[in-house]
C-alpha cells in the first residue's frame, strides 16, 4: 500500500523531492536493480501527464523526484494528482507513494 504525501510546486521554478523507501520492517529497503516512474495529472481519468524525472540511489532507499524550471514554467496552477511506481527486474510494479500536487502561481518574469 502506498504511502501518502503532497506535494507543493511553485510555478517557473526548479522542484525537487526525496522519497526514503523502507522495508516491511522499517529498515532501508535496497532499490538496486528496480526502475522508478512518476507523473501527475489533472484528475485520474486525463490523458496528459507530467512526467517527473525519478531517480533512485540503490542501496540507499532513497527515489528523488525532479522538475525543472523550464518544465514547471508550462504547468498551469491549481490541483493535481500524482503517484509513484518502482518495478523490479521482475516486472512486479509497486506504488510507493501517491497524493496531491499543488502547482502555485509564478509572479516573476525574468
Avoid: C, H, W
Avoid at 498551469?76 to 494528482?81: A, C, H
Amino acid at each position: 500500500m502506498a504511502i501518502k504525501a503532497n506535494l507543493v510546486i511553485d510555478q517557473g521554478t526548479d522542484f525537487s523531492a526525496d522519497i526514503d523507501v523502507a522495508d516491511v520492517d522499517g529498515g532501508v529497503f535496497d532499490l538496486t536493480g528496480y526502475l522508478v516512474a512518476a507523473q501527475m495529472r489533472k484528475n485520474y481519468a486525463s490523458t496528459n501527464a507530467i512526467t517527473f524525472g525519478a531517480t533512485q540511489n540503490g542501496a540507499g532507499g532513497k527515489i528523488t523526484l525532479t522538475l525543472d524550471s523550464t518544465q514547471t514554467v508550462d504547468v498551469e496552477p491549481g490541483r493535481y494528482l500524482y503517484d509513484v511506481e518502482m518495478t523490479s527486474t521482475g516486472s512486479e510494479v509497486t506504488r510507493v507513494v501517491e497524493g496531491v500536487v499543488t502547482v502555485t502561481p509564478g509572479i516573476t518574469r525574468a
